[in-house]
């Protein structure tokens, strides 16, 4: 069966001198035409779906303010303009639209390349240059539409809040999320949520962590937990600000470290959820490495090998994470 995608740029949301920008996508646009998938158009979300995962005052007070744009609305800065209402409900609409089709098993898994980006989202807030929480929404449709339990991992360096709130009181709806500790949004510990251990799983790295702490925390968390919590479809929160050389972070994946992880993440999805699993797109800074880690997460999506190496090994050593990832699976009671 097919692997399918979406493409929203939003190029009109586009604020002077910021980092979240439609330059972005550039040098991954042209690359499209070549990837062994087929594109599909997105469809818009509605509000009422927003609300799925978002308070409905948050969709009003959203539409409301971009009326006024061009402006920031919150430190991170996240900025608005006249058209970031409608990109957003896109962005999201892109998300829900891959969703569906691997639900309705009209492929077998997707790649949702949107912007602007979701995962810093909470129920109650636009931050951290995202508007609504496209990957949450995502989840809560298909919960919505049938399944009984759906799981996101989030390998963005950045730790996935919104995501995070969204699903902490919901046993239905797991997370994972590796992120770079120390930098924004300054969430994420091991013990967060003890009602949720085992299904809401934190794993705050050290600078640095590269390919090999990445495969390390693919099998030895990433497995064990979708293993116990038995997903019947995996959403991936694709940042590739974890690499080396994101002007805004200081991870330690290659463009090969995020074929290795993604290609686990599809095995995962094959052997316990029928093969259901889509891909989102969250942060990335760095033109080059989102359409370097884009092709490899397609290469994975499509089972084929990697086709475009680009040779960019970390020069930095990778981190000790033995301690990390003990007291992670200790917390969780996750056997070694």
């Keep these: 069966m097919k692997t399918v995608f979406t493409f929203v740029p939003s190029k009109t949301h586009e604020f002077p001198d910021h980092p979240e920008r439609p330059g972005r996508l550039d040098v991954l646009e042209p690359l499209l035409a070549s990837v062994d998938a087929e594109r599909i158009e997105a469809v818009r979300a509605t509000p009422e779906q927003i609300a799925l995962a978002h308070d409905p005052q948050l969709v009003k007070a959203i539409a409301e303010v971009c009326t006024r744009g061009p402006g920031i609305i919150d430190h991170a800065p996240t900025y608005i303009t006249q058209t970031s209402y409608e990109d957003a409900l896109l962005a999201a609409g892109g998300v829900i639209t891959c969703t569906r089709a691997v639900l309705n098993g009209e492929a077998q898994n997707a790649f949702a390349i949107v912007r602007p980006p979701g995962h810093h989202a909470e129920p109650d807030r636009a931050m951290g240059f995202c508007i609504f929480n496209n990957i949450a929404i995502a989840a809560r449709e298909a919960l919505a539409n049938g399944l009984q339990r759906v799981m996101v991992i989030d390998y963005d360096a950045h730790h996935g809040n919104g995501t995070q709130a969204a699903c902490v009181d919901d046993d239905r709806f797991g997370f994972i999320s590796t992120h770079q500790w120390g930098i924004y949004p300054g969430t994420g510990w091991i013990n967060d949520a003890p009602h949720a251990k085992g299904r809401l799983v934190n794993v705050p790295l050290h600078e640095f962590a590269g390919d090999g ?95 475009k190496d680009a040779g960019d090994p970390s020069p930095y050593p990778d981190s000790n994470h033995e301690s990390r990832i003990h007291d992670i699976l200790k917390w969780h009671g996750i056997a070694q």
Excluded at 273 to 297: Q, S, T
Aim: with cysteine.
């Design 213 to 307: 702490t990445f495969a390390r925390v693919a099998d030895e968390i990433f497995k064990p937990v979708v293993e116990s919590f038995r997903p019947q479809m995996l959403l991936i929160s694709a940042g590739f600000d974890a690499h080396w050389n994101d002007p805004i972070t200081s991870l330690g994946l290659s463009t090969r470290g995020y074929y290795e992880i993604s290609k686990k993440l599809v095995a995962l999805a094959d052997e316990h959820c029928g093969g259901k699993i889509v891909f989102v797109l969250e942060g990335g800074y760095d033109p080059h490495n989102v359409a370097n880690g884009a092709m490899a997460v397609f290469d994975a999506l499509t089972h084929s090998p990697l086709r």
